[in-house]
């Protein structure tokens, strides 16, 4: 049975809780049980919370001696239907039958839109201007190379360095205009050694196509360049060892736009815990680049209705370069 509290937080004094909660002197006919039932599930429907136990002998019998019977000595029920019955069938109203739940049929509200949360104001994590001087392409490919030699080398993380098979700095257009900023290598990243070449960017690619661009056209880079164990999340340590790395890669790339693919870069990048729904469908800032926030491709595979909306944050990204 669902239990519940007086103190509950999802509820106040005047929600269909009070009706339940109430004393068994209180004069509250079974009708009136039944239907304060209904409305406190709904309720719960619509706190999100979708757990609603189901009907059998014992807890139909439970809530009849707590709830029905509290109603008044007059009323009594019949465990093996459920049907609350009065002794007195002229006095008493008849009580409906208890069907697949608890309480009264309760029809799950529809699935909410997926822009239900309100997207949060634009902002900046820096609104300053990129340190250093804006290098020719020569220049920025020498300075890539360079970085992604130290990176190759680096020990920050001690897990990490002894558990990859190597580093995965990033690739692409170092003149891009629009980078795309991931979480962490996976399994054939990091046997590779390219950034996005699994299935989550395989996907990626048709994205970047649906946005008319190539895969020559962007840069790819993660928040860490090694593959946590399992392809676990990045730990706070991790992302902190690795974040002057992708900085530096921001500052000589210096691009129009970054896509943050998922929570872990959007937060990095970000220095925020806001969710992917309420960072979506807004431009932020990063330096001089608009920072755009959208679902991961590997959980667009886990969860292919998102794509819907993944797609709507790249028709506006289109929009804003001149690309639709």
């Not at 002998?57 to 009849?64: C, F, H, K, Q």
């Not at 799950?108 to 201007?129: H, I, N, Y």
């Not at 661009?213 to 164990?229: F, G, S």
Request: with cysteine; net charge neutral; hydrophobic share 35%.
């Amino acid at each position: 049975m669902l239990e519940l509290s007086r103190n509950d937080r999802f509820f106040d004094a005047k929600t269909p809780l009070q009706l339940l909660m109430t004393s068994p002197e209180h004069d509250l006919d079974p009708g009136e049980t039944f239907e304060a039932a209904g409305e406190l599930l709904a309720h719960l429907q619509r706190g999100g919370v979708r757990f609603i136990p189901q009907a059998n002998a014992e807890s139909v019998e439970s809530w009849s001696s707590r709830w029905i019977q509290a109603a008044g000595p007059a009323v009594s029920a019949d465990p093996s239907t459920g049907v609350a019955a009065a002794s007195d069938a002229q006095s008493q109203p008849k009580a409906p039958a208890i069907k697949s739940s608890i309480g009264p049929e309760v029809k799950t509200p529809p699935r909410a839109p997926e822009g239900r949360l309100k997207p949060v104001e634009s902002f900046s994590a820096s609104d300053d201007p990129y340190p250093g001087s804006n290098l020719p392409i020569a220049e920025r490919e020498t300075e890539l190379a360079n970085l992604a030699s130290v990176v190759a080398g680096c020990t920050k993380c001690e897990l990490l360095a002894k558990c990859r098979t190597q580093t995965v700095f990033g690739e692409g257009n170092p003149a891009a205009r629009i980078v795309f900023f991931g979480e962490a290598p996976g399994a054939d990243e990091d046997r590779q050694g390219r950034a996005f070449i699994g299935r989550a960017g395989q996907l990626l690619d048709k994205m970047v196509q649906a946005c008319k661009l190539q895969r020559e056209d962007i840069y790819l880079l993660n928040t860490v360049k090694c593959r946590p164990p399992e392809n676990r999340n990045p730990e706070p340590t991790e992302l902190a060892n690795c974040r002057d790395y992708f900085e530096q890669q921001l500052q000589i790339l210096r691009p129009e736009y970054i896509v943050c693919l998922g929570a872990v870069s959007a937060h990095s990048l970000l220095k925020t815990k806001l969710s992917i729904g309420r960072l979506r469908q807004r431009f932020h800032q990063y330096h001089e680049s608009k920072v755009l926030v959208i679902y991961h491709p590997a959980y667009l595979l886990r969860n292919p209705d998102a794509k819907k909306a993944a797609w709507a944050d790249l028709q506006m990204l289109m929009r804003d370069a001149g690309l639709a």
